[in-house]
């Protein structure tokens, strides 16, 4: 694999990382269940800010 790939694949999966513990924080649900709900709905979806709030709501 070559560097940039490799450099872009990493600020990917950083990336990721501060969406989803942005979005435990704000609903708090685990960073888990946050990369959970974000891989079934979507990392940018209004959706799943209101599956995860509705996520601890029920849980």
Not at 23 to 40: F, I, Y
Request: hydrophobic residues 25%; charged residues 45%.
């Amino acid at each position: 694999m070559t560097a940039r790939k490799t450099t872009a694949r990493k600020q990917k999966t950083e990336s990721e990382e501060k969406k989803a513990l942005r979005l435990a924080e704000t609903t708090d649900v685990s960073p888990k269940q946050a990369k959970d709900l974000m891989r079934e709905h979507g990392k940018d979806s209004p959706e799943v800010e209101k599956k995860a709030r509705n996520f601890k709501a029920e849980g």
